[in-house]
């Protein structure tokens, strides 16, 4: 691998601007190396809000997380923004001596990350059975996970508005559009984010991108949006993980899953508590596994909408939608296929001869049999070391240590939503 090594990489400057009906934040970046220093601008916008020190601090945090990410590849230290309070920093310590644990397994880069590690204390469990939501954002991408996380908030009767962040910079990643379309259609008033920030991962090596912290700083931004526009709870779509974390330098490492994890969750909702925003966030989602989250679009409205791909393309009407080919459109595709439905884009040629790649991301051996199982009652049949046997918890609400019930309320509502599913469409 060829590394890309700074000399350093320093905040500039940090402002905003409004119009008329915007609010947008900047950042200016210099990266500095021997053959060139550059300054790089990053930038979000929102409809127009005002802005106070708490949104400040989140905007300030979300670009220390992007300054961070540069850090395994920068000789010199990273420096914190200034004034930024000291649970933001800590709480960006911790997710980067998480990470760094992804990185120097991948790496290789021996830096000393002593003065960074942080062990963030995570929202006492007992208070996190909070079932008074008056206001929820869901964190939007228009895939089957936020999908049915709207579905649930809306049909269970919260007043819900959902947040999508649309990044239109160099490397364009914009997904959901059919979806926002829909939500405005039907009144329900969706928040548009655009952002070009996810363009400063372009910097760091290809290999690097999936292994970054994009995540983290992405959920700082439709935090920004929750709290000007007064939510106190934020839903995300995260499904049934079956890592099993282990202890290393005084952390949970959770692989690349770390951002989607409960754990992670209740350390975001205990770190805006610190700093006086009593936003929660959570998925309601996570007992449950992906064949069962798409089971149980596929009967909502929102399913004609869902966009599950890698690198959507434009469709006739400029709304961008799925390729059809990517290895995610393959795995959907399959999936959407074994519980029974025919969609217009599935074909199972797409993945015959590349099946691994539709398995690789499912979350245990148990889903991945399911898939085999249901796919072969159909009579498709493929080059595949996978058995095909049939489990029926896939298609139940599995709860462990790692996968609490999060709000009895919500979670009866979702148990009784997954005892609907009907059984002729699995066997
Ligand atoms: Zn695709």
Do not use: W
């Given at each position: 691998m060829k590394e890309t090594i700074f000399d350093n990489v320093i905040l500039k400057d940090v402002w905003f601007t409004h119009t008329e009906d915007t609010t947008r934040f900047y950042t200016s970046i210099e990266v500095m190396s021997n053959t060139m220093n550059q300054t790089y601008i990053g930038y979000a916008t929102f409809p127009k809000m005002t802005i106070d020190n708490k949104i400040w601090e989140l905007w300030l945090t979300c670009v220390y997380l992007h300054l961070l990410n540069f850090q395994p590849f920068t000789n010199s230290k990273i420096l914190p923004p200034n004034g930024l309070n000291d649970y933001s920093i800590l709480f960006c310590n911790d997710l980067y001596s998480h990470n760094y644990q992804i990185w120097n397994k991948i790496f290789g880069r021996n830096i000393d990350i002593s003065e960074y590690i942080s062990n963030y204390p995570e929202f006492d469990p007992k208070k996190y059975n909070i079932e008074n939501y008056s206001k929820v954002a869901v964190a939007m991408s228009g895939g089957k996970e936020s999908s049915l996380a709207y579905h649930i908030s809306v049909s269970?009767?919260?007043?819900?508005?959902?947040?999508f962040i649309d990044y239109i910079g160099k490397s364009k990643r914009r997904e959901g559009q059919r979806m926002s379309e829909y939500l405005k259609q039907v009144g329900d008033n969706p928040v548009v984010i655009t952002s070009n920030l996810i363009d400063f991962l372009c910097l760091l090596p290809s290999?690097?991108?999936?292994?970054?912290?994009?995540?983290?700083?992405?959920?700082?931004?439709?935090?920004?949006?929750?709290?000007?526009?007064?939510?106190?709870?934020?839903l995300v779509g995260n499904e049934y993980d079956n890592t099993c974390p282990k202890l290393e330098n005084g952390t949970s490492y959770f692989g690349d899953n770390y951002e989607q994890s409960?754990?992670?969750?209740?350390?975001?909702?205990?770190?805006?508590?610190?700093?006086?925003?009593?936003?929660q966030v959570f998925s309601p989602l996570y007992n449950l596994t992906e064949t069962c989250i798409q089971s149980l679009l596929v009967d909502t409205s929102y399913f004609n909408y869902q966009e599950s791909c890698l690198v959507p393309i434009k469709d006739n009407s400029n709304n961008y939608v799925s390729c059809g080919n990517c290895s995610k459109c393959k795995r959907i595709a399959a999936i959407i296929q074994s519980?029974?439905?025919?969609?217009?884009?599935?074909?199972?040629?797409?993945?015959?001869?590349?099946?691994?790649?539709?398995?690789n991301s499912l979350n245990g051996t148990d889903e991945a049999e399911t898939l085999v199982y249901l796919l072969n009652q159909q009579g498709i049949y493929f080059d595949t070391s996978i058995e095909s046997t049939y489990?029926?918890?896939?298609?139940?609400?599995?709860?462990?240590?790692?996968?609490?019930r999060i709000c009895p309320l919500l979670s009866n509502y979702v148990i009784s939503m997954v005892q609907t599913i009907p059984l002729n469409r699995m066997k």
């Open positions: 269970y009767g919260l007043n819900t508005s959902g947040i290999q690097y991108g999936k292994h970054s912290m994009y995540l983290s700083p992405t959920i700082m931004l439709l935090l920004m949006q929750c709290y000007c526009s007064k939510k106190d709870t934020l409960t754990v992670f969750e209740r350390k975001l909702t205990q770190y805006l508590h610190d700093i006086g925003i009593d936003i519980i029974g439905i025919n969609t217009y884009y599935f074909d199972p040629a797409i993945f015959k001869n590349s099946s691994e790649s539709i398995f489990h029926k918890n896939v298609f139940q609400y599995n709860i462990d240590d790692m996968h609490p």
